[in-house]
């Protein structure tokens, strides 16, 4: 049995006490000092400590970059055009499908790292750059491998219907047949996802589709989740809810329908202010009707290479108050207690209580507001993930 104590202060229930990495207590130091005699104490210094920061939507498994793209939009170039002339999803689909395993996960550690000193410990990773399914099953391979490369929790997305590949141009239905009936299945067995998404737009894949995508994903026992109305009113966010999705993203164009049908479903809205950035979108997502109906909100870095090259969950927080209108409390639980919620571990993770994996962010600020007002700044003291210690400035090693 390994106990610690961690103790912020003298007074109140200021600290919290774990064993074998689950938080085993909170109270007061001297309380817990009389419960847990034998245990180690750390004194925090008064610090703030919160959750460990949880990063619920990114495609950081990936080969190539895309930055000469970003020259191109800078000329007025849209995502769309760019996307229907071989660009975009596709060519980081040809890059990806160049490197193995190791180098997948390899290549992706820069970008882990920087989420990691962010006071990141668990880190959703989606697959979707494969297309044919042994490049997919590499890419959750490489993402599970991640979780043994670094002190994290690693959950796994199966990105079904993400792009149209080129040999199925025009047939769409020819290739969701095929996710259906082979893709789909093999990945269920292989056990490498914890979920399933798909890219419900114009240039991706229709309702009809996807809602084919998520009746075989169900009917084989796995969740389901989507991109939805980012750059469009496709109705996707009330698709998620109909097939009970623990999550809909993006959402910049959903109405007032779709958030009602997110509200009674208890899906959580996972909002990615880093690509509406990115992409100079100028609809932001109905936070206010989101906020009325009562649907939780999470927020994400959407780390991809394309459309929100981005590896701090942090600067999402800043962005997702300064464009979005978060509160700082709205930003933190979005990082946190919902973007738990919206892996389906919020029992595991997500909160600060007795029973839960002891995953905490311990900072050099003295309340959340200054976490979210300013960008770039450096305020990990250290993370804890399941009750063992990473100082900031080795947080990943
Ligand atoms: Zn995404």
Redesign the pocket.
């Known amino acids: 049995m390994r106990a610690g104590v961690g103790t912020a202060g003298a007074q109140g229930p200021d600290s919290i006490a774990a064993i074998d990495g689950r938080i085993a207590a909170i109270g007061s130091a001297s309380e817990l000092r009389g419960r847990y005699p034998d245990a180690e104490f750390i004194d925090l210094d008064g610090r703030l400590v919160t959750p460990g920061l949880i990063d619920c939507?990114?495609?950081i498994v990936h080969g190539g970059d895309r930055s000469a793209e970003m020259e191109r939009r800078l000329a007025g170039e849209s995502y769309e055009s760019i996307a229907r002339g071989g660009g975009g999803i596709l060519s980081t689909a040809a890059a990806t499908s160049r490197l193995d395993e190791a180098e997948l996960a390899s290549t992706a550690l820069p970008r882990v790292d920087a989420l990691l000193a962010d006071g990141v410990t668990t880190l959703e990773i989606?697959s979707?750059y494969g297309l044919e399914l042994d490049v997919e099953l590499r890419m959750l391979r490489a993402a599970r491998h991640i979780g043994t490369l670094r002190p994290l929790s690693v959950s796994t997305s199966y990105?079904a219907a993400h792009v149209v590949p080129p040999e199925f141009a025009g047939g769409s239905d020819g290739y969701i047949e095929r996710i259906c009936s082979h893709y789909l299945p093999a990945v269920a067995g292989s056990g490498l996802a914890d979920a399933v998404?798909a890219?419900c737009e114009r240039i991706a894949f229709s309702v009809d589709q996807v809602a084919r995508v998520f009746e075989r994903a169900r009917a084989l026992g796995l969740a389901v989740k989507l991109?939805a109305d980012q750059l469009s009113n496709m109705h996707a966010a009330a698709l998620a809810a109909h097939y009970g999705a623990l999550s809909a993203?993006?959402l910049e164009f959903t109405d007032a329908a779709g958030v009602a049908a997110l509200a009674r479903a208890g899906t959580v809205a996972v909002l990615?202010p880093g690509?509406f950035y990115f992409l100079r979108q100028s609809q932001a997502p109905p936070v206010r009707a989101l906020r009325q109906a009562g649907v939780p909100m999470a927020i994400a870095s959407?780390c991809?290479p394309g459309?929100?090259p981005l590896s701090s969950l942090l600067a999402a927080m800043n962005l997702a108050a300064v464009e979005f209108g978060l509160s700082t409390a709205e930003c933190l639980a979005g990082v946190t207690r919902e973007a738990a919620r919206a892996l389906g571990v919020l029992a595991d993770r997500g909160t600060i209580e007795v029973g839960k994996s002891c995953d905490l962010a311990i900072w050099n600020v003295a309340q959340p507001a200054a976490l979210v007002y300013s960008l770039g700044s450096r305020s990990l003291h250290e993370r804890v993930w399941q009750g063992q210690r990473w100082p900031a400035a080795a947080a990943s090693r």
């Open positions: 939507h990114t495609h989606k979707g990105l998404d890219y991109h993203d993006h990615l690509a959407d991809n459309t929100s």
